[in-house]
Antibody, heavy 115, light 112 residues
């Protein structure tokens, strides 16, 4: 079955960057767009952007342009998201999701930005 | 950006009874291909969201048929018949009509 395994929680300092991973299994990695979704504590879901592993093509929410960088490693079926210039507003759970209408979800990566 | 407005904020339901959740879109979600790009998700406590309904009225794989959804181009309703304790969580509507993809603010379902 389809699985998306995300990297563990991260504690990072303000101004730093963080890179998280999402390893896919159970399907052909290059078949589905991979999206990233932010969920601040107790809040709703916010779409950050998506990447098509086959070509590397991306689409972004304007709000996250310059904040998030999406990449993939086809050899390991892994998608990555790097967040830069972190502030307290970036503290959240970040989910990866694949399969059209967010059919499959990872377990989430908790990012805490604190000095 | 398309704004999805959900109501109510929360709903408390006795097991075995029904619950309805509304989602209103600021723009028609009917695509040029004739598909209504409205989706429903459930996020159980402490878990990742899961897809319940796609393209307004289609049940995702493994989702019990107690769940159903209907609507027009801008107004949608998720209905849960015979609510069970496992249905507890936050329900979100979302769209995939255009970028950016957006979600509603969520409706929390609790059991009485």
């Amino acid at each position: 079955q389809v699985k998306l395994l995300q990297s563990g929680a991260a504690l990072v300092k303000p101004g730093a960057s963080v890179k998280m991973s999402c390893k896919a299994s159970g399907y052909t990695f290059t078949d589905y767009w991979v999206s990233w979704v932010k969920q601040s504590h107790g809040k709703s879901l916010e779409w950050i952007g998506e990447i098509y592993p086959n070509s590397g093509a991306t689409n972004f929410n304007e709000k996250f342009k310059g904040k998030a960088t999406l990449t993939v490693d086809k050899s390991t079926s892994t998608a990555y998201m790097e967040l830069s210039r972190l502030t307290s507003e970036d503290s959240a759970i970040y989910y990866c999701s694949a399969g059209g209408p967010f059919a499959y979800w990872g377990q989430g990566t908790l990012v805490t930005v604190s000095s | 950006d398309i704004v999805l407005t959900q109501a109510p904020l929360s709903v408390s339901v006795t097991p075995g009874e029904s619950a309805s959740i509304s989602c209103r879109s600021s723009k028609s979600l009917l695509s040029s291909k004739g598909i209504t790009s409205l989706y429903w998700y459930l996020q159980r406590p402490g878990k990742s969201p899961q897809l319940l309904i796609y393209q307004m009225s289609n049940l995702a794989s493994g989702v019990p048929d107690r769940f159903s959804s209907s609507g027009s181009e801008t107004d949608f309703t998720l209905k849960i018949s015979k609510v069970e304790t496992e249905d507890v969580g936050v329900y979100y509507c979302g769209h995939r009509l255009e970028y950016p993809l957006t979600f509603g603010s969520g409706t929390k379902l609790e059991i009485k």
